[in-house]
T-cell receptor
């Protein structure tokens, strides 16, 4: 079946603008994760959803970052007042449930803030 | 602060040799351990998962876990040029908290 999909694959924006990044998890997966990967680093956890609710948002760097998953499937990561330091690849992953650890990653969205 | 440490490499091995990748972690309550492979410009792909002390083998890959030493390793036998990638070690506390903490990755280069 289809894997995790993310759109757009690339996003270039100007400092101070607002961006939305979309993740469509594997069908049937109830757990969804957002990570951010900077060049030369491993992915860094941002937020985890179980169903519609954010079960753990401890990785969000500040209040400019927000994520939703209103129907328990597709999720949107929203970044307000973007800064150059937000430039990174934003990865989404999903798993069957919170009781299953195997996370499958999407292709990522490369965000560049000019 | 939870940390996962890996030698960044690059680690170069000749084709057909055994590649040994190592990882240490700081959080003693960690319960789940993963190795992901990441090709340049691509997303991480799960290679192995291990949950209990000892060895776990899957084809050419063997994961080894020692919780007392807070150490996990990945052995790749009969290394192939297609194994050339960055290998990420990831750790999860499990038990209701499933966020992964990743190391920076070890870049492996298999020389034909």
């Amino acid at each position: 079946g289809a894997g995790v999909s993310q759109t757009p694959s690339n996003k270039v924006t100007e400092k101070g603008k607002y961006v939305e990044l979309r993740c469509d998890p594997i069908s049937g997966h109830t757990a969804l994760y957002w990570y951010r990967q900077s060049l030369g680093q491993g992915p860094e956890f941002l937020i985890y959803f179980q169903g519609t609710g954010a079960a753990d948002d401890s990785g969000l760097p500040n209040d400019r970052f927000f994520a939703v998953r209103p129907e328990g499937s597709v999720s949107t990561l929203k970044i307000q007042r973007t800064e150059r330091g937000d430039s990174a690849v934003y990865l989404c992953a999903s798993s069957w449930s919170s009781g299953t650890d195997t996370q499958y990653f999407g292709p990522g969205t490369r965000l560049t803030v000019l | 602060q939870k940390e996962v440490e890996q030698n960044s490499g690059p680690l170069s091995v000749p084709e057909g040799a055994i590649a040994s990748l190592n990882c240490t972690y700081s959080d003693r309550v960690s319960q789940s351990f993963f190795w992901y492979r990441q090709y340049s410009g691509k997303s991480p792909e799960l290679i192995m998962s291990i949950y209990s002390n000892g060895d776990k083998e899957d084809g050419r890959f063997t994961a080894q876990l020692n919780k007392a030493s807070q150490y996990v390793s990945l052995l790749i036998r009969d290394s192939q040029p297609s194994d050339s990638a960055t290998y990420l070690c990831a750790v999860s506390p499990g038990a209701g908290s499933y966020q992964l903490t990743f190391g920076k990755g070890t870049k492996l280069s298999v020389i034909p």
